[in-house]
């Protein structure tokens, strides 16, 4: 897929319920065929050195339990966040599907995008699958 933006920025992640996370995210990518798939990284959270931080914390949880009960994700970055908005003005109306890499797995989503003033929101609207990356 082609990158968007190779290095990292911070995302919002909520889940079911209305629990929030902050983790960054790295190698953010776009494809348009033959759906329209944003992928994304969040191992660099993991491979950090002090095991206490939140977001390893979060990455974890996430990694472990919470990408079944993942509702949205916020990007505000702004060079991501113009790929996606011409991906989408590209095809109207198109499928989205985001890919959430996170330590060698791949966790699958059909998503919406939702046009903010100053970010893009992708909402889960079903979880698809986990899979080796």
Request: charged letters at 25%; one cysteine or more.
């Amino acid at each position: 897929m082609p990158t968007i933006r190779k290095t990292s920025s911070l995302i919002s992640l909520t889940y079911q319920g209305g629990a929030t996370d902050g983790l960054f995210a790295t190698d953010f990518t776009v494809a348009e065929l033959p759906a329209l798939a944003i992928g994304l990284d969040l191992t660099c959270n993991v491979k950090v050195r002090n095991k206490s931080a939140n977001t390893y914390a979060d990455a974890v949880a996430y990694s472990e339990r919470r990408h079944a009960e993942l509702a949205s994700i916020q990007i505000d970055e702004a060079q991501v966040c113009e790929g996606l908005r011409k991906a989408d003005k590209r095809h109207p109306g198109a499928e989205w599907r985001l890919i959430v890499r996170m330590d060698g797995r791949d966790h699958a989503y059909s998503v919406t995008i939702c046009d903010e003033p100053y970010s893009v929101v992708l909402r889960v609207r079903v979880a698809l699958r986990v899979a080796p990356a």
